[in-house]
């Protein structure tokens, strides 16, 4: 088996075997039987089906060594995995680990002229994450597998929590650049009233959180220019919105 899941599939069906053996050897009696009453009348079997009596008598025997053999394959192979599954976790909680020190040091990141970049970062922690939350479960069922009580990754969920805040301020941040070039120099016909209020007040919100959660930081700063850049903003919002209302006419034009 290439791992513990297949490993425990084998297992499980290993573990059938006995009942089928019992049902083999009901088909081997019955077999004996009917053999013991053709001597009885002194009735003379082929060759051939006398070494195939005496084989098929015989395979119970063969299977119960057989499945031993396996038995202790398998068990050999349960150890290795065991190790293997051990060694990858170290090596895991050194990656949450490192990861946990990028995160610690995102509050370096304080100049939106570098904000390409720093999404770019932010993307590639956001889906280390989501990958090293994919191979927590694995290693938790595994463990489950082994008979094992399921690890904690306490470390990763704290991770994941302190990154919340700074994956939002940076995505709203590279959004509200974005909308800006949309909202301003795109064409009218492209935009939907109703979504860019609500962008509008979902990026408000999401700057006032944002100047609560980094108030003793310095990256509160970006939080602070951006909230005035979109109260700055606000007066225009109905301007925007208004000139893309389904009611506007070629009339209002004139």
Same mark, same amino acid.
């Given at each position: 088996?290439?791992?513990?899941?297949?490993?425990?599939?084998?297992?499980?069906?290993?573990?059938?075997?006995?009942?089928?053996?019992?049902?083999?050897?009901?088909?081997? *009696?019955?077999?004996?039987?009917?053999?013991?009453?053709?001597?009885?009348?002194?009735?003379?079997?082929?060759?051939?089906?006398?070494?195939?009596?005496?084989?098929?008598?015989?395979?119970?025997?063969?299977?119960?060594?057989? $499945?031993?053999?396996?038995?202790?394959?398998?068990?050999?192979?349960?150890?290795?995995?065991?190790?293997?599954?051990?060694?990858? $976790?170290?090596?895991?909680?050194?990656?949450?680990?490192?990861?946990?020190?990028?995160?610690?040091?995102?509050? =370096?990141?304080?100049?939106?002229?570098?904000?390409?970049?720093?999404?770019?970062?932010?993307?590639?922690?956001?889906?280390?994450? =989501?990958?090293?939350?994919?191979?927590?479960?694995?290693?938790?069922?595994?463990?489950?597998?082994?008979?094992?009580?399921?690890?904690?990754?306490?470390?990763?969920?704290?991770?994941?929590?302190?990154?919340?805040?700074?994956?939002?301020?940076?995505?709203?941040?590279?959004?509200? $650049?974005?909308?800006?070039?949309?909202?301003?120099?795109?064409?009218?016909?492209?935009?939907?009233?109703?979504?860019?209020?609500?962008?509008?007040?979902?990026?408000?919100?999401?700057?006032? =959180?944002?100047?609560?959660?980094? =108030?003793?930081?310095?990256?509160?700063?970006?939080?602070?220019?951006?909230?005035?850049?979109?109260?700055?903003?606000?007066?225009?919002?109905?301007?925007?919105?208004?000139?893309?209302?389904?009611?506007?006419? *070629?009339?209002?034009?004139?």
């Amino acid at each position: 088996p290439k791992d513990i899941e297949k490993l425990t599939e084998i297992s499980e069906f290993m573990a059938t075997l006995d009942e089928k053996s019992e049902e083999l050897m009901l088909g081997i *009696d019955d077999m004996t039987a009917h053999y013991e009453v053709l001597e009885t009348l002194q009735f003379e079997t082929p060759q051939e089906d006398f070494t195939a009596r005496w084989e098929t008598f015989h395979w119970p025997l063969r299977l119960r060594l057989k $499945q031993e053999e396996c038995n202790r394959m398998l068990e050999e192979d349960r150890v290795l995995f065991q190790k293997e599954m051990d060694s990858q $976790q170290q090596q895991f909680e050194r990656a949450v680990e490192e990861l946990a020190e990028r995160v610690a040091d995102f509050h =370096k990141h304080t100049d939106l002229g570098r904000i390409t970049k720093v999404v770019g970062m932010v993307k590639d922690i956001e889906k280390n994450l =989501k990958d090293y939350e994919e191979r927590a479960k694995v290693f938790n069922a595994r463990e489950a597998l082994f008979g094992q009580g399921a690890t904690e990754y306490d470390q990763l969920q704290k991770v994941a929590k302190d990154f919340e805040p700074y994956r939002d301020l940076w995505l709203v941040a590279n959004d509200w $650049q974005q909308w800006q070039r949309e909202w301003l120099d795109g064409p009218l016909n492209s935009l939907d009233p109703d979504e860019v209020d609500k962008q509008f007040t979902n990026a408000l919100r999401s700057m006032a =959180k944002a100047l609560k959660t980094f =108030k003793d930081l310095a990256v509160g700063s970006i939080a602070k220019q951006l909230k005035q850049e979109m109260e700055d903003f606000r007066p225009y919002m109905p301007v925007v919105t208004a000139l893309r209302n389904p009611g506007m006419r *070629d009339r209002h034009w004139d």
